[in-house]
């Protein structure tokens, strides 16, 4: 476990606990997707929610109602995205980002590396 001592410890802590991750591309819900060259969507993280906004709207989660992030389904990406898995009720249960610029792998150990559990 690291020390509070060690100075690179705490500028580390400091820096995780400042940060925010953002991501520009497309979003999927229970409904639809958007899609085409035009990023429609943007994925925010921060220590403490998420948000996924875009044209099919704007879902605020609370990192206490995630779950885990894991691995998008099939549809619509095959398998190219990342799906949010949270326990809000009146929220889609399927909610899956899937960035124009970093890999999925990319996206989940930057949210791992915020606090989310990934898979």
Known sequence: M???ENSSDIASA???SHATCRWVGHM?????????????????ATPDELVLSGTRGTFRLPRAHVRKVGR??????LFAAVRLH???????EILQFKSRA???????????RLGYPTS
């Open 2 to 4: 690291p020390s509070l």
């Open 14 to 16: 400091q820096e995780i």
């Open 28 to 44: 999927a819900d229970d409904v639809g997707a958007t899609y085409g060259t035009t990023p429609l969507a943007v994925l925010t």
């Open 72 to 77: 998008g389904g099939f549809y619509p990406w």
């Open 86 to 92: 949270h326990d809000l009720p009146g929220l889609p």
């Open 102 to 112: 970093a890999r999925p792998a990319e996206v989940r150990a930057a949210l791992a």
